[in-house]
């Protein structure tokens, strides 16, 4: 369903809405009209749509694609395609290896559908020798894992997404826009007036006050569950799994917004909180970031 | 929620800045894509009683050449005119003073002794030089950048002139983070050098004053040496303490060129008046704690306390604390100001001196800034952050110094008690600030 809409909001003004990486997504740009808005969501569009078509890990033929069968062979990837792997590996750096690119594999065994259930440990178990950066040769832009291991960019495809589209903007026109992919935006800048971009978030948590972002620019993003997890014995296992085990950290915050001056940083930051368990909130102090953690 | 971006860069923005620099020419526009910035100032202040007035605009452009790297540029222009007390005591009759003046003004004609000019000042009240005007131009130049991760590095250059002053000055201060981020130490070093070249010359510390032109050399020269060190502390994710030390040292000449000192007999009558005489160095230390932190929400509280003790025997406390109270939707702000200054006065310092003093005495001043007082100011800041994507703030103050009488000759004493030789002082001031981002 690739179209772009331009609808009226409640509060007078337009947005361009489109639908990428399985998510709503919205563009705002203060001051333009249907006709501009239009052209500028379908620029905005577009690229989302030309990330998710090359790191989607269900297109036959992209680098994904030729990466995940490469069975031990030594692939070289593109500058684009170099540049997310780099940013991933410093992401697992900085997390003590709890940001990682293979843990997609995971999926195999972790279901969040309706009426799922806990994996049995023994196939958990079964997948870890699989999974983990530390076994990836990466030399820019030569990668080289070992067969059966897979790459999965969707921890950070969405954020980047949001931040190019940002920066197509940016270039088409002066005017402030503000971008947001299924609750993972950025603003270039304050409101013509000077006011904030106000945007409410849902943190997928029931009962929860949503809260309302006042974002002058820079970019947020969330990671919560959205009703992505399993209840056994009391307890709750969410979405975002430890590849060091195999297992959802214990005590996980059920969602984490971060503030950050691109929405890649902020969303790395929100998926990394969340791996570190009950500890979240303390790690994302650590960083120097704003933030607002629901448990 | 209020989020605004990072405070500062963690490792995962320099990631991400690579990451979004690399893919393509454009990187994504997290800042407002602006390199420059200005922000400018204009200050205007009175003080009661047709003393002091001073207008000064101020400039400031800043050129951010990348995350760390900023170039800065201040001018300041100050115009200060009116009445300032020339240092001698009040007494029951009009006193005459000499005028000072150059011996050669632009023309290049040149006198020597019919060249004096003289002003009265009125019986009972603090003697005042009536025709005060100096108008001074400044320039300082700012070079920030990270000389290695964690690590901040500020140099400067500054250069002020005025009809009769000139100073230069270098300075570099270099702080680093510590303990992630959480604590800062920092240290600093300033060095200037002044040339006080006063209208109609120097003249020798204690020598009476006998005319408009002086019996010294044309100009002289101060040299000072600034340090400090510090440490911030973060102390809870919405609090900090910092603590600084500083040391300051001056030498050379130290004087007011301007200022005297009456003489007086036992009726508190003057003699005659001598120029003032301060000793040639000068060390202060002082002790700087500053406690920050955020209240309800997004508000700022602000409280320091300073205490300084200089080798003039000068020891002042100054507390000051502030509110930062945001409004409409944090659009913009007020902050309420409260600052209280209690200094002891200098050694030397004397309102007057009795012929016996003259005689036994290396060191005397009566400048007011020397002598012992209690000042308190209070203020209201209003700051407007987005107007039209600019911010602007105005500031109105009121400061009010009560002196201290001390430093009364012995012999004078009760005679010159009958007169207000340490008036209080009133001062307003308005600071208008304009940023262009």
């Known amino acids: ?295 | 929620m209020q989020l605004n971006g990072p405070q500062r860069r963690n490792r995962f923005a320099a990631a991400a800045l690579s990451l979004l620099g690399a893919s393509s020419a454009a990187t994504a526009h997290a800042d407002d894509g602006s390199d420059w910035t200005f922000d400018t100032s204009t200050l205007l202040y009175a003080e009661g009683a047709g003393r002091v007035k001073v207008f000064e605009p101020k400039v400031n452009a800043s050129l951010h050449l990348d995350e760390s790297r900023t170039l800065a540029a201040t001018v300041t222009v100050d115009a200060l005119s009116g009445a300032t007390p020339n240092g001698a005591a009040p007494y029951s009759k009009p006193q005459t003073f000499f005028q000072p003046h150059s011996t050669s003004g632009s023309s290049g004609s040149s006198s020597s002794s019919g060249v004096n000019s003289t002003y009265t000042t009125a019986a009972y009240e603090l003697p005042k030089d009536p025709n005060f005007e100096n108008l001074r131009g400044a320039l300082e130049i700012d070079y920030s950048f990270a000389p290695a991760a964690k690590q901040h590095m500020d140099l400067s250059t500054a250069l002020s002139v005025e009809d009769d002053y000139t100073s230069i000055g270098v300075g570099g201060h270099w702080s680093r983070d510590f303990n992630q981020g959480n604590t800062t130490l920092g240290a600093g070093l300033n060095f200037s050098s002044d040339f006080i070249s006063p209208v109609g010359g120097v003249n020798t510390p204690l020598s009476q004053m006998v005319g408009s032109i002086a019996n010294g050399p044309s100009s002289k020269l101060k040299l000072v040496q600034d340090m400090v060190v510090g440490v911030t502390q973060l102390v809870s994710p919405r609090s900090l303490v910092q603590v600084n030390y500083s040391l300051s040292h001056s030498n050379g000449y130290l004087n007011d060129p301007y200022k005297i000192l009456s003489v007086v007999d036992a009726t508190a009558a003057p003699l005659y008046y001598v120029y003032e005489s301060r000793p040639g160095s000068r060390l202060k230390n002082s002790l700087y704690t500053h406690y920050k932190a955020r209240a309800m929400g997004t508000d700022v509280f602000d409280a320091s306390y300073r205490y300084m003790i200089d080798t003039w025997g000068i020891r002042s406390h100054t507390v000051e604390l502030s509110y930062r109270a945001y409004i409409a939707g944090e659009r913009g702000y007020l902050e309420p100001h409260l600052r209280g200054y209690r200094q002891s006065a200098a050694d030397f310092f004397h309102a007057a001196l009795d012929q016996g003093q003259v005689a036994g005495t290396r060191f005397a001043s009566a400048d007011q800034r020397l002598g012992a007082f209690t000042a308190y100011t209070g203020g209201l800041e209003y700051g407007d952050r987005h107007w039209a994507g600019h911010d602007w703030s105005v500031r109105a103050e009121y400061y009010r110094q009560l002196g201290k009488v001390e430093g009364l000759p012995p012999v004078a004493g009760n005679a010159l008690a009958r007169y207000d030789v340490a008036p209080s002082l009133s001062a307003g001031w308005l600071i208008f600030s304009l940023g262009f981002r």
């Open chain 1, 1 to 295: 369903m690739q179209t772009v809409r331009v609808e009226h909001l409640a509060d007078g003004g337009l947005a361009a809405r489109f639908q990428a990486m399985a998510s709503p997504c919205e563009v705002l740009v203060d001051g333009a009209d249907e006709n501009e808005l239009a052209e500028l969501g379908l620029l905005a569009a577009r690229e989302c749509w030309r990330i998710q078509a090359k790191w989607s890990r269900y297109q036959a033929g992209n680098i994904v694609d030729a990466i995940n069968s490469a069975a031990g062979q030594t692939i070289e990837v593109d500058e684009e395609t170099a540049g997310l792997i780099e940013f991933a590996a410093q992401l697992h750096a900085g997390s003590e290896g709890r940001f990682d690119l293979t843990a997609g594999l995971l999926r195999r065994v972790w279901s969040f559908r309706e009426g799922a259930t806990v994996p049995d440990p023994a196939a958990v178990e079964a997948l870890l020798p699989h999974i983990g950066w530390h076994r990836v040769v990466w030399q820019a832009p030569a990668l080289r894992m070992l067969p059966g291991m897979e790459l999965d960019f969707g921890g950070v495809g969405k954020e980047y997404a949001v931040d190019r589209a940002l920066a197509l903007l940016s270039q088409a026109t002066s005017r402030p826009a503000l971008v947001n992919l299924g609750g993972d935006l950025a603003a270039n800048r304050a409101r013509s007036d000077g006011s904030c971009w106000r945007i409410g978030i849902d943190s997928g948590v029931d009962r929860t006050a949503t809260p309302l972002i006042r974002l002058t620019r820079g970019a947020v993003a969330t990671s919560g569950d959205h009703h992505r997890y399993i209840t056994l014995g009391g307890r709750r296992y969410g979405h975002v799994i430890d590849p060091r085990t195999g297992w959802p950290p214990p005590q996980a915050p059920r969602s984490v917004t971060v503030a950050g001056a691109s929405c890649s940083e902020a969303g790395a930051l929100t998926t990394i909180a969340i791996l570190y368990g009950a500890d979240a909130g303390d790690w994302l102090r650590s960083q120097q970031v704003d933030f607002h953690v629901v448990t």
